[in-house]
């Protein structure tokens, strides 16, 4: 679908908006489980699919279907279908495209509990999944198979920010039919849609800027009307992670302020990740596009901004790590992210405590990396607090540490 308006226009006035009988400026929301037949024939009709309308809120609802139309709108994709979780999302687009005997491809650093269905749930289906580092082509083309159906990978990473190319990993799927998933939920459809670099399906967990308010969780899938229809029509319908229709609505007014709340979150982040790299306490700073090693090469085509997630590793031990951690005012310790609050968290310990030690070495999520999600305060009062925590640590090398102990 060709875009309208741009994209901060399309926050509010997007492609297919409905408008509603009494004219309300703020779409009302259709709180009901189930919806009224006229006559035994008419619901007959609804459910062999010969007469348009709702049945029951899990099949389909005006308000969730009115965010379905503004996340399309913009991502760019013929459909949308809204999930319960970003979870959701993440489960319903592999599940629709995959059965026993199948083969993923995968990313070996992604968000953790998307690393626990690819690596425990989806085996006990049948499904193998191999891990690989998505820098490496020739490691994703070797890891090929006759079964291959899905390449399945975030970018930016969680928890380090690691940035692919998407543009090429999508054509190394496309050469061998394979369809290609990517997690956008970091960079969000402002800064980047990877459909139109060739992606078959974008999953978001809308939990974070998407509803930006820290108040929701929920997932949307974004794809072509034949993935949705597949999607809503088995996984969500027969697994039943819909979205539930407030959820929707707080998504859709979050939705309108998402390019200002965007701006704001990118130039805190940018100016922090500025100011960490030069602090001696800091051994290494992660933040898209800052650096050649930060995927600089791919700012400004793949991806307009680096976003708002800034991850660190410490020039300390797990327990150092710790008491800098503790000692911050502002920065509160929390997972999740994208909200106005900042947040704090310590992967290897928290969101990616569902790796393996083996698997988190491999991913790179060493004991002293910390992921800041930089919220809308102001940067300098942040700026402030991280200094302030990182005062008392002894800039120690690590070199020589195990930073690979922390379970
Ligand atoms: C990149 C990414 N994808 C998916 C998810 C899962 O989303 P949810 O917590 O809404 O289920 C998360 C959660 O943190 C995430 O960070």
Known sequence: MKPLYQRDTALIHYQGKQGNEHGALVAPIYQTSTFTFENLEQGSKRFAGEDEGYIYTRLGNPTVRELERQMASLEGSEDAAATATGMGAVSASLLANLKAGEHVIASSAVYGCTFSLLNE???RYGIDVTFVDMSDFKEIKQAVKANTKVIFLESPVNPHLQVFDLEKIINIAREHHIISIVDNTFLTPLLQRPLELGADIVIHSATKYLNGHGDVVAGIVCASQEQIDNIKGTIIKDFGASMAPFDAWLISRGLKTLSVRMERHCQSALTIAQWLSEHPAIAKVYYPGLNEECGKALLGNQMSAGGGLVAIELHADFEQTQAFVNKLKLFTIAVSLGDAESLIQHPASMTHATYS???????????????LSI??????DLINDLDHG????????VAGLDLYQQA
Do not use: C, F, V, Y
């Not at 990182?390 to 090398?397: E, H, I, K, R, V």
């Open 357 to 371: 030690l083996e698997a988190r070495h491999k991913a790179g999520i060493a004991d002293n990396l910390i992921r």
């Open 375 to 380: 919220g809308l305060e102001a940067a300098q």
């Open 121 to 123: 749930q989806l085996p």
């Open 390 to 397: 990182l005062n008392g640590l002894n800039n120690q090398s």
